[in-house]
Structure formats: C-alpha cells, structure tokens
C-alpha cells in the first residue's frame, strides 16, 4: 500500500513522462502511461485495501475482511476522510458481533466522517438501532429505524426494518 501522497506523486510522474512520450511522438507509449497514471489516481480516491476487505465482506468472509482491514495501521494518514469513514463503517459491521459497545463507537464515527452512499448509512443505522434495542433505548432505537427507513430507497433493508419493528413491540 502506497501512501495517498505518494500515489499522487507518482501520478504526476508518470504523467510528465507521459507528455515526453508524446513530444517525441511515441503516441501509443503516452496514452499508456496516462492511462496507468489514472490508476494512480483512481487509487487515490479509492484505496485499494478497502476494496479488497469490501470484496471479502461481500463474500461475507470476515475473516479475510478482518485481515486485510488490519493491514491499515493508522487510517488518519493513511486514508481521505471519506475512505475513513467506510474503513470504520467496516470495523464496526465486524465488531458489533463481539462487542457491541465499541461497534457502536465505530459506527457513529462512520456516520460522523460521512458515507457516501444512502445503503451504507441506513445499514449503520439500522445496526445502531438495534444496539439501542438490545441496550433499552426504544425511544433512540424507533428514531434510528425512521431514519434507515427513509434511506433505504431500493428497499433493501425493509425485511430487517419490519422485524426489528416487530421486536420493538415486544419491549
């Protein structure tokens, strides 16, 4: 893994050899290496470690999600706020299983940094409305359920909504 700064660096690079290729008119050698310094940039904005733990989540490997997760040390300088916020919204989806508390911790950070997709937010939220549930806070639980609710626009998630609703009934 390429530190972001370096990537956009050698992005920079290759792209400055690139327009060399094509002063001496090595036409298809420049369009290469401008299409290899998108891959750079491409990696900037996504990094590559957490496309790979989303590709074992989607498996549902969570081991293989755990291991390459732990492979980023320190998420602040590693990664753009964005990528930090899917990077703890991972996190949290795993240890909410174990320790709710500390999943909880790491979904609210999630939400705070700002996912980009209304799946991911409605899914944190119907994972903190159900930490809520399981801690007695009904009031907390319904809220966090209105809110996945709205967000879930494909419905997705509107199986897990109605029986976490039904529950709800029971307390």
Same mark, same amino acid.
């Given at each position: &893994?390429? +530190?972001?700064?370096?990537?956009?660096?050698?992005?920079?690079?290759?792209? *400055?050899?690139?327009?060399?290729?094509?002063?001496?008119? !090595? @036409?298809? !050698?420049?369009?290469?290496?401008?299409?290899?310094?998108?891959?750079?940039?491409?990696?900037?904005?996504? !990094?590559?470690?957490?496309?790979?733990?989303?590709?074992? #989540?989607?498996?549902? !490997?969570?081991?293989? %999600?755990?291991?390459?997760?732990?492979?980023?040390?320190?998420?602040?300088?590693?990664?753009?706020?964005?990528?930090?916020?899917?990077?703890?919204?991972?996190?949290?989806?795993?240890?909410?299983?174990?320790?709710? %508390?500390?999943?909880?911790?790491?979904? =609210?950070?999630?939400?705070?940094?700002?996912?980009?997709?209304?799946?991911? *937010?409605?899914?944190?939220?119907?994972?903190?409305?159900? @930490?809520?549930?399981? =801690?007695?806070?009904?009031?907390?639980?319904?809220t966090l359920l209105n809110e996945a609710k709205k967000?879930?626009? +494909?419905?997705?998630?509107?199986?897990?909504?109605?029986? &976490?609703?039904?529950? #709800?009934?029971?307390?």
């Open positions: &893994m390429f +530190h972001k700064y370096l990537k956009l660096v050698i992005a920079a690079l290759v792209t *400055v050899l690139a327009v060399l290729q094509f002063i001496d008119e !090595n @036409i298809g !050698n420049g369009i290469l290496l401008l299409l290899l310094a998108g891959i750079f940039v491409f990696l900037y904005f996504k !990094n590559e470690i957490l496309l790979l733990a989303f590709l074992q #989540m989607r498996k549902q !490997n969570l081991e293989g %999600t755990e291991k390459w997760l732990n492979k980023i040390k320190k998420p602040e300088m590693a990664l753009i706020t964005s990528q930090q916020a899917y990077f703890y919204y991972l996190q949290g989806l795993m240890v909410v299983q174990r320790n709710m %508390t500390q999943g909880e911790k790491l979904l =609210k950070k999630a939400l705070g940094l700002g996912l980009r997709m209304g799946h991911d *937010v409605a899914m944190a939220k119907l994972n903190l409305a159900g @930490i809520a549930m399981s =801690k007695r806070r009904k009031r907390e639980a319904t967000l879930d626009k +494909h419905g997705m998630l509107a199986d897990q909504i109605k029986l &976490m609703k039904d529950q #709800m009934k029971k307390i």
